[in-house]
């Protein structure tokens, strides 16, 4: 599960990173171009702080619910259209309640305004409206009654002061009088006078001290600037980080993207793909080539071009084949004597418009360059193309003996001297064609007969290995029991065309007849058009199910009655 994760992330690796780049980038645009924002604030204290020595904890309390009062009072729209009088600004109520931002600090009394303006020096300005407009609607604004109020405090405070130092001078010039007086009398009056002015004295002093606490007295409802707005600094624009959260959300976008895809897709695209869908051994992927379509081209690509590739990735797909060849018998998954056992191997696609005359010719050629001799049969005689590979002409073949055959017993000397001809290719000494022949009305009464076993059987005395090729499995039912007749199927699937439930099926077919699948093929090449009209013609009589692909169950009576 984890392989096939990564898998599909080096498939759409570059989706990924083009939709974070390209989020990025757009995301940096945009937020370039957004204006320069600057903020100012201003700083008002509430409530006892202001001039009260020893405020009470009910006078702080309540200090507190006031100063909520004034951080929401700020952002009214009274107080804010008396702003915009104020400033003679061209801008509504409602839009600048949005750049207003109060914070109320419940430790210090402290209520902070902050403006958050494309102007600095507007951002102060209106930070510092909004804190005096705040502080005139206020109790202690210049001129409220609490404003009064204080000014007779002092007035009469100030009148007590001079009296009492007036009384202290007054009774200083009496002692010492009295000190100077001889006579008895004007002691006397001295004394008395002195006495009532001593009386004055601290009757002034308690009448000031009780004004003095009165004046100093906690006032709580009392609002008053502390720091006035400067002019205001811009703004992190958070560019940076706006970006990358817009590249996140390219990424995340682009992956619900891939999921969407991978849920709803149904095709083999990589090899992982095509091997957790068959679960049998993967062989290779064939790299795209350019076929030229020459009349005069020398052959299959290993031949043509044997630098490029493609024509690579053919030799290490024929290399694997043999090792796998060897490996099943080594393990005993194949029933032989010899290390010749696996000798006969059909290979066949998936897919309705598949013809694989082009791959099979390619890894004949491969084997034959190993040292085996190998002869390549083409059984695919709805279209039969694989003259066509090697540039032979058409020719008695495949189709041509089998018909031949079927007028005789099977067995006799006459049925196995009748022998399709054998069509030596010049460059390559090992490697015989057995041509498709003629096209034949009855493909599949002609391929299922005990006549093909035969022929089968006699054509495996000649080489070292027989490398058949046949019609799509899923659309012609003789190449299902032409299988059951051969020591092994390779697969080859389209990349980007065969379906992971078509792969599905025909491997169940197969295993069904009892069929070893050697391994499978991924080709990244296009169908070849040569093939579009045999899927056009019946299936040789084998039941088929809706789509084209052979009912398997139904398969297995027919070629038990074949055999």
């Given at each position: 599960?984890?392989?096939?994760?990564?898998?599909?992330?080096?498939?759409?690796?570059?989706?990924?990173?083009?939709?974070?780049?390209?989020?990025?980038?757009?995301?940096?645009?945009?937020?370039?171009?957004?204006?320069?924002?600057?903020?100012?604030?201003?700083?008002?204290?509430?409530?006892?702080?202001?001039?009260?020595?020893?405020?009470?904890?009910?006078?702080?309390?309540?200090?507190?619910?006031?100063?909520?009062?004034?951080?929401?009072?700020?952002?009214?729209?009274?107080?804010?259209?008396?702003?915009?009088?104020?400033?003679?600004?061209?801008?509504?109520?409602?839009?600048?309640?949005?750049?207003?931002?109060?914070?109320?600090?419940?430790?210090?009394?402290?209520?902070?305004?902050?403006?958050?303006?494309?102007?600095?020096?507007?951002?102060?300005?209106?930070?510092?409206?909004?804190?005096?407009?705040?502080?005139?609607?206020?109790?202690?604004?210049?001129?409220?009654?609490?404003?009064?109020?204080?000014?007779?405090?002092?007035?009469?405070?100030?009148?007590?002061?001079?009296?009492?130092?007036?009384?202290?001078?007054?009774?200083?010039?009496?002692?010492?009088?009295?000190?100077?007086?001889?006579?008895?009398?004007?002691?006397?009056?001295?004394?008395?006078?002195?006495?009532?002015?001593?009386?004055?004295?601290?009757?002034?002093?308690?009448?000031?001290?009780?004004?003095?606490?009165?004046?100093?007295?906690?006032?709580?409802?009392?609002?008053?600037?502390?720091?006035?707005?400067?002019?205001?600094?811009a703004l992190d624009s958070g560019l940076y980080l706006t970006v990358i959260m817009g590249g996140m959300a390219g990424l995340v976008v682009a992956l619900a993207i891939v999921l969407g895809i991978e849920f709803f897709k149904d095709t083999i695209d990589t090899g992982e793909e095509l091997a957790l869908a068959t679960r049998i051994p993967f062989l290779g992927s064939l790299d795209r080539f350019k076929a030229t379509g020459a009349p005069d081209r020398t052959g299959p690509v290993v031949i043509g071009n044997p630098e490029s590739k493609a024509a690579e990735s053919y030799r290490m797909v024929g290399s694997k084949l043999l090792l796998s060849r060897y490996k099943l018998q080594r393990e005993g998954l194949i029933a032989a004597k010899d290390e010749q056992s696996v000798r006969t191997m059909l290979i066949s696609g998936a897919y309705a418009s598949d013809n694989t005359s082009e791959i099979a010719a390619n890894l004949a050629v491969v084997l034959a360059q190993t040292g085996y001799s190998v002869i390549l049969v083409d059984a695919h005689l709805h279209n039969p193309t694989l003259?066509?590979?090697?540039?032979?002409?058409?020719?008695?073949?495949?189709?041509?003996?089998?018909?031949?055959?079927?007028?005789?017993?099977?067995?006799?000397?006459?049925?196995?001297?009748?022998?399709?001809?054998?069509?030596?290719?010049?460059?390559?000494?090992?490697?015989?064609?057995?041509?498709?022949?003629?096209?034949?009305?009855?493909?599949?009464?002609?391929?299922?007969?005990?006549?093909?076993?035969?022929?089968?059987?006699?054509?495996?005395?000649?080489?070292?290995?027989?490398?058949?090729?046949?019609?799509?499995?899923?659309?012609?039912?003789?190449?299902?029991?032409?299988?059951?007749?051969?020591?092994?199927?390779?697969?080859?699937?389209?990349?980007?065309?065969?379906?992971?439930?078509?792969?599905?099926?025909?491997?169940?077919?197969?295993?069904?007849?009892?069929?070893?699948?050697?391994?499978?093929?991924?080709?990244?090449?296009?169908?070849?058009?040569?093939?579009?009209?045999?899927?056009?013609?019946?299936?040789?009589?084998?039941?088929?199910?809706?789509?084209?692909?052979?009912?398997?169950?139904?398969?297995?009576?027919?070629?038990?009655?074949?055999?």
């Open positions: 599960m984890v392989q096939q994760q990564l898998s599909m992330l080096r498939r759409w690796v570059w989706l990924l990173v083009l939709a974070v780049l390209s989020c990025s980038l757009v995301t940096y645009m945009i937020a370039r171009e957004k204006p320069i924002v600057y903020e100012a604030s201003a700083l008002l204290i509430v409530g006892p702080g202001i001039d009260g020595l020893s405020p009470d904890l009910n006078d702080l309390r309540a200090a507190a619910q006031l100063m909520q009062s004034y951080a929401e009072l700020a952002r009214t729209k009274p107080v804010l259209q008396n702003v915009v009088n104020a400033l003679n600004m061209d801008v509504s109520p409602e839009k600048l309640s949005k750049a207003i931002d109060t914070r109320a600090d419940e430790t210090t009394q402290i209520l902070t305004i902050n403006v958050q303006w494309n102007d600095a020096a507007e951002a102060a300005m209106v930070a510092n409206m909004v804190a005096e407009v705040l502080v005139d609607m206020s109790p202690s604004a210049t001129g409220s009654e609490e404003s009064q109020l204080k000014n007779k405090l002092a007035a009469q405070i100030d009148s007590l002061e001079t009296e009492v130092a007036r009384l202290e001078v007054t009774i200083q010039q009496l002692t010492d009088q009295l000190d100077r007086a001889v006579q008895a009398v004007e002691r006397s009056v001295i004394t008395d006078r002195l006495t009532q002015e001593r009386n004055n004295l601290a009757e002034a002093r308690r009448m000031l001290s009780t004004l003095f606490d009165s004046f100093k007295g906690s006032y709580t409802n009392q609002v008053k600037i502390v720091e006035v707005a400067s002019s205001g600094e003259h066509h590979e090697f540039g032979i002409p058409e020719q008695r073949g495949l189709a041509d003996a089998l018909i031949e055959r079927t007028k005789v017993l099977i067995g006799t000397p006459i049925a196995r001297a009748t022998m399709p001809t054998l069509v030596p290719v010049k460059w390559a000494p090992k490697l015989s064609i057995v041509p498709g022949g003629i096209v034949p009305a009855n493909p599949f009464e002609l391929l299922v007969s005990n006549h093909m076993t035969e022929l089968i059987d006699e054509l495996k005395q000649q080489a070292d290995i027989v490398l058949i090729t046949a019609s799509p499995l899923i659309s012609f039912a003789e190449s299902l029991i032409l299988a059951s007749h051969v020591d092994g199927v390779v697969l080859v699937a389209r990349s980007g065309k065969t379906q992971r439930s078509m792969v599905k099926e025909v491997v169940d077919s197969l295993r069904s007849l009892n069929v070893h699948m050697i391994g499978s093929i991924l080709d990244h090449n296009r169908a070849s058009a040569d093939s579009s009209s045999a899927v056009s013609k019946l299936t040789g009589g084998l039941p088929v199910k809706s789509g084209g692909s052979v009912d398997a169950q139904n398969a297995v009576p027919a070629l038990r009655s074949q055999s």
